[in-house]
């Protein structure tokens, strides 16, 4: 066996046959992932010192990044000592991450083609998470999926889900065709990384695309429940296709400086608002990233185009956080 060490000096011994992410959650460290497939780029990390060696694909990787040192954490076992260029999270420690019993307390047709799913967890038995974090939802026939929290964590302890129908998609036909209130489902959770840092910066870049929209909305709900003079200033760009995308209205969570940018990529003629893609929008409106910080949730594409150009344009690669529609396991 190996040992993990750190920028932040924590240390954890990595397994045979076992990816440095998985030896370092087995130590009960946790790094930052979503995906755990190779295919988000999250768990990304330099290797200072040490070898390592590929268990699966690192789809997400660059090849100048693969060059430079860059590995998965996901997707790699260590076959030495290792030094990574990277820290833990101790915010999630205190998480207990296990599968859990839920009622649908609610259904609500947003859109034609978007759903508001409210679980509930029976009373003894609630869920502890940040805001930003996602749960893998087990249905019928043990069908799993990935769905963002899209609430700050409540009194009552009711998880809220946007669920986008897919064409064809099994579980999607099960919540728009088969689901009722009260229907027992179970989820695990929590998951994902995705959460804001603290200290807060001054400044709080959030992007969005589709119902990438849940995870920012959490975060949003709970900066609201700062006092207002700990709030950062925060601007959501927030992007869809068509008008009939946009579900709900983001300015209404009351933040006390928060400015939204609704974009639309394939507007009707009609539309009077802004046009194009999230991560260009951003890039027009700013270009000094101090004591800033970028959260994104949605497309792997528009993920990966924001990150290369904002960190081209000055923001340190710290300071991008995402999570990715992508499959999980
Ligand atoms: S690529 Fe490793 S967590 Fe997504």
Known sequence: MYEASLINGTCFTCKPDTSILDSANASGI???HSCKTGQCGVCASKVLDGNTKILKAEIALSSEQIINGW?????REAISDVALDT???PDLSELVVKTWPARIDSIEHLTKSILRVILRTPPSNSLHFLAGQYVSVIGPNGLRRSYSIANAPRNDGKIELHIKRVAGGAFSEYWFEQANANDLLRFEGPLGTFFVRKPLPRKLL?????TGLAPIKAILENIASLPGNEQPEIELYWGSRHAEDVYLDPSLIMCSSLKVHLLLSQPAEAWAGRKGYVQNAVLEDHSNFDDCAVYACGSIKMIESAKAALIQSGL?????HSDAFVSSN
């Open 87 to 89: 820290e833990d999270l």
């Open 206 to 210: 959030l992007l969005a695309t589709g």
């Open 316 to 320: 340190p690669s710290n300071k991008f």
């Open 71 to 75: 590995i998965l954490t996901c997707c």
């Open 30 to 32: 946790t790094l930052q």
